[in-house]
């Protein structure tokens, strides 16, 4: 007999990505709430947690587990749900604590001091400024964001800003519901006092980017793979994310040490987790840049590809309350890349590959799975959820045997994937 899961914001991508699970003949995968409903346009946290409610209450069966691979509001939800369902779950009061960026730095602060100096700004004063102890360059950014929407690196007062100017004008969107679901929680008095809709000013981190993904499994903290993730040239948008991680035992080590203290402060239980940090290639020194909730779906392929096994496997052990175990590593592959092919200025897009051109690439070159993000027809600019530099043109997911196959691979790709633009 089959257990049903239901996930939110289960997306044709992921679906297949379940599917190919080794034990995943014994489950049926049901969506809850679209992505769309998710992350686009305006969010009503109660409507949607009405709505998934709704779906639960009307289903013929028994719900085995709640789950999702996704930010906020999807994050909260999960919690929210699992609890009136009586299913396994982190705690909501976790998740926020985690997804609050100011809350998350309070936090960390308590048990380590690799991070930056970092404040709120006031961004109900006539003229704010810089908080107290954060020198330039410096990020702003909302509290609670998606996809480094409206996050700005800031090297002068100008630039602060304009930075402070476009986050006031778009930090609701997000912000605004992220405080009604901040409510449901006891707040520390510096949180009741910012709320959702804050700007969180920090110093920039300098080195190279990487990230370590894991699980809490009844209150013991699981690092299963380190990551690395590498920006476009003298720019901070991403070029590729890669498994594994190629920066070396030491390092790795430190995220893992990091990892477990931060997780264990914030009190986070039954879930799965991805840390992102900025490390010194020279000195191996590392410090911890944002705390996600979740494990991240746009990795799913490079474990597969790597170990054999997606990570998605972890978020349905754990949602099912089972012990998750040992990871597989074996795969058919040593090293796998998520890329980002960008654009960075804006344009109405006249041509993308066609289905065929797509088969055609992803034939002739082994280890590759191509989405292509815009339609013929679309502005960049209209597409939702991109950082504020750029465009995202399409995903390609890369493995190899070594790195440099791997690049090599991925520009023979880029090469063969026609895309035509008319100037904004």
């Not at 995943?24 to 769309?36: I, M, Q, V």
Request: include cysteine.
């Amino acid at each position: 007999m089959s257990t049903d899961i239901f996930v939110i914001g289960l997306d044709e991508e992921n679906q297949r990505v379940l599917e190919r699970l080794p034990w995943a003949s014994g489950y049926r995968f049901h969506g809850l709430l679209t992505p769309e409903e998710l992350q686009h346009g305006e969010i009503d946290f109660e409507a949607l947690l009405k709505t998934a409610q709704h779906e639960l209450d009307a289903f013929d069966g028994d719900v085995g587990a709640i789950v999702s691979y996704w930010d906020f509001p999807a994050a909260s939800l999960v919690p929210i749900l699992c609890a009136r369902y009586g299913l396994p779950s982190v705690s909501l009061e976790a998740v926020l604590k985690c997804e609050h960026k100011y809350w998350s730095r309070l936090e960390q602060r308590k048990v380590i001091d690799e991070l930056p100096s970092f404040g709120i700004v006031d961004l109900d004063d006539r003229k704010p400024a810089p908080p107290e102890g954060v020198g330039y360059p410096m990020w702003l950014k909302p509290v609670k964001s998606f996809s480094s929407e409206l996050a700005f690196k800031a090297e002068n007062d100008a630039e602060f800003s304009d930075a402070v100017a476009e986050i006031r004008a778009g930090v609701g969107r997000v912000g605004e519901p992220f405080g009604s679901v901040l409510e449901q929680v006891e707040l520390p008095p510096e949180i009741a006092r910012v709320g959702g809709a804050a700007c969180l000013a920090e110093e920039a981190l300098h080195g190279v980017q990487a990230a370590v993904e894991g699980y809490v499994y009844q209150g013991e903290v699981t690092v299963y793979g380190a990551l690395d993730s590498i920006n476009y040239p003298d720019s901070s948008s991403f070029l590729r994310h890669q498994y594994p991680s190629q920066l070396g035992e030491e390092p790795v080590q430190r995220m893992r040490d990091v990892a477990e203290r931060v997780m264990k402060q914030i009190g986070f239980d039954n879930g799965t987790f991805s840390i992102e940090f900025f490390c010194d290639p020279e000195s191996g020194q590392v410090a911890l840049l944002e705390i996600n909730p979740r494990h991240s779906q746009s990795h799913a392929e490079l474990f597969e590809f790597v170990d054999g096994v997606a990570n998605h496997e972890i978020m349905v052990r754990l949602g099912l309350g089972q012990d998750p175990g040992r990871r597989p590593t074996k795969g058919t592959y040593q090293i796998a890349a998520k890329w980002y092919l960008r654009r960075f200025e804006d344009g109405v897009v006249t041509r993308v590959p066609t289905p065929e051109e797509i088969a055609a690439v992803q034939d002739r070159i082994d280890g590759t799975q191509i989405t292509i993000v815009p339609e013929a027809g679309q502005r960049l600019s209209d597409l939702p959820e991109q950082d504020s530099y750029s465009f995202e043109l399409a995903h390609l997911f890369v493995a190899a045997h070594t790195e440099h196959e791997m690049v090599q691979k991925y520009q023979a790709c880029v090469d063969a994937l026609p895309f035509e633009f008319a100037e904004a």
